[in-house]
């Protein structure tokens, strides 16, 4: 699980749900999303390769889609991502195997986790 | 960074903007308001409730009236990107409570994020002064770095705020001369250094471990740190103005901006922004398939190698304790009994507490005030993850 995936755990993702959405954005059919986040998808993926062709019709779609305060979010969000992975390119850290970003759990609750394991 | 004075008569104290939210004095000339607007005070509450309320109508006609449909009048405010852009009084008005400031002139993209993300663009207006003012390294050699970024991404905007940050610098037009026709540094350290910003702007995850070791052991790790979020900055900020197509703010690129707003009382939670759903349905649907060749270069299964190869790599610097840490930073924002186990948040706290948490605090107030859906963020950053070939 990267960073992303730890994010959609913290979302309300199971790992079920966490995987398929991600073999759906993996494949170039994205038909099962809303359009509204298609157009956002679209935009970031473009906006990550050619930021510089990036224009007024660009900006429009997603002003289409969310309404233009809305539209302004997912533009910083995108923009975002960029400082994001700049940071985890240029010190390419470990990954974590746990999920650092939920809180830890309490002592008690870790230590029923193997019995809840066997039981299965 | 050049130390704060309150007598310096450039800086505005609290009072000018909690009690007059528009400004009497010319551009240029910012000075503590006249008894005569002190009489006409103002709740800056009520001022913000009214320039919202003004924005929003004005939003809501726009959107709903075709372009001229108001007997061809021009909008008070310009557009770009069919975004409104403020004038400096009514963005400041809808900022939180400043407590000093520099000038009255806001960036241009400022004056466009205030209407729809007030904290936020205050958060950005400190992190962006700190960034700019930066001496965590040679300040020549920064101003440097984000000019190459900035024609890298061809931002026209930030080419020539880097331009002026590098004359500020003590730089010279020799220097931008020959950045211009492309020379890549006189000393190895400044190829490395310049090669180094334009493959974390051009093609991140191209970077070797050499590249980095290099830039270390000539400059040692705290430095090397603050170039990372250098570029890492650069390319937040250049994309979110080629978004806007935020142009040069006339008279030339400003200065950066020393800002610092009041903290929100403690017992106060900001609520997020509103957010009106579009008035109409979008006239065309999003295309359903991603149109990249290079796309489906990588399965699902590849992909979660390509992570899984990453829990097992060195990194590149050392990544602090929490308890060494937490040592510079304020303990209302980052409690001692609240550890951080996010490796890349240690580094950036440990090793450079003033430009890592302004850039965490621009996350957490962004966060707060647009209240996106956390599925529908997270699934947009890892299509730009993917898209970027960062397997983190």
């Given at each position: 699980m990267g960073h992303t995936e730890m994010l959609l755990a913290v979302a309300g993702l199971d790992s079920a749900k966490i995987a398929e959405r991600c073999e759906k954005l993996a494949g170039e059919d994205w038909s099962e999303f809303p359009p509204a986040e298609?157009?956002?998808?679209?935009?970031?993926?473009?906006?990550?390769?050619?930021?510089?062709d990036i224009g007024a019709a660009d900006v429009q779609k997603l002003i289409d889609q969310f309404g233009r305060e809305r539209a302004l979010d997912v533009i910083w969000w995108s923009c975002r991502c960029h400082y994001m992975t700049r940071v985890a390119d240029g010190f390419q850290l470990p990954l974590e195997r746990e999920n650092v970003f939920q809180a830890p759990k309490p002592p008690a609750e870790a230590a029923e986790e193997p019995k809840k394991e066997e039981s299965k | 960074m050049p130390p704060r004075n309150p007598e310096n008569s450039s800086h505005v104290r609290s009072t000018a903007f909690r009690r007059t939210p528009r400004f009497a004095a010319s551009p240029g000339c910012f000075t503590q308001p006249s008894a005569g607007a002190r009489s006409n005070f103002v709740p800056p509450a009520l001022v913000r409730f009214t320039v919202a309320v003004v924005l929003l109508v004005c939003t809501s006609l726009t959107c709903s009236a075709p372009a001229g449909a108001a007997g061809g009048e021009e909008p008070a405010a310009p557009a770009t990107r069919g975004l409104p852009v403020l004038d400096d009084d009514d963005a400041w008005a809808l900022l939180p409570e400043v407590e000093d400031a520099s000038s009255r002139r806001l960036p241009v993209w400022a004056r466009a994020l205030a209407g729809s993300l007030p904290r936020t663009t205050a958060a950005m207006l400190e992190l962006d002064y700190l960034y700019r003012t930066s001496d965590a390294f040679d300040r020549k050699l920064r101003a440097r770095m984000r000019w190459v970024?900035?024609?890298?991404?061809?931002?026209?905007?930030?080419?020539?705020?880097?331009?002026?940050?590098?004359?500020?610098?003590?730089?010279?037009?020799?220097?931008?001369?020959?950045?211009?026709?492309?020379?890549?540094?006189?000393?190895?350290?400044?190829?490395?250094?310049?090669?180094?910003?334009?493959?974390?702007?051009?093609?991140?995850?191209?970077?070797?471990?050499?590249?980095?070791?290099?830039?270390?052991?000539?400059?040692?790790?705290?430095?090397?740190?603050?170039?990372?979020?250098?570029?890492?900055?650069?390319?937040?900020?250049?994309?979110?103005?080629?978004?806007?197509?935020s142009e040069i703010e006339p008279g030339g690129p400003l200065p950066p901006l020393e800002v610092h707003f009041a903290a929100p009382p403690p017992d106060q939670k900001p609520e997020p922004a509103a957010r009106p759903a579009p008035i109409e349905p979008a006239p065309e649907s999003a295309p359903q398939k991603i149109a990249d060749s290079d796309w489906k270069s990588l399965n699902f299964l590849q992909l979660q190698e390509r992570m899984e190869a990453q829990r097992s790599r060195s990194g590149r610097v050392s990544v602090p304790t929490w308890e060494s840490a937490r040592r510079e930073l304020d303990p209302k924002l980052y409690p001692p009994d609240r550890p951080v186990r996010i490796k890349w948040s240690l580094v950036v706290l440990g090793h450079q507490p003033r430009l890592g948490p302004a850039w965490i605090k621009c996350l957490r107030t962004f966060g707060r005030e647009a209240n996106q859906d956390r599925v529908f963020e997270e699934t947009l950053f890892w299509v730009i993850t993917r898209s970027l070939q960062c397997f983190y």
């Open positions: 298609r157009a956002a998808y679209l935009f970031a993926h473009k906006q990550a390769k050619t930021p510089w | 970024a900035a024609r890298a991404n061809r931002c026209e905007y930030s080419r020539a705020v880097a331009e002026a940050d590098l004359l500020a610098a003590g730089g010279t037009r020799q220097d931008i001369e020959q950045l211009a026709a492309g020379a890549t540094g006189s000393t190895p350290l400044d190829r490395a250094a310049l090669s180094f910003a334009r493959k974390m702007t051009l093609a991140a995850s191209t970077v070797t471990d050499e590249e980095v070791s290099y830039l270390i052991e000539e400059l040692g790790e705290r430095p090397v740190v603050a170039m990372v979020l250098q570029m890492a900055y650069a390319n937040f900020q250049d994309r979110l103005l080629i978004s806007l197509g």
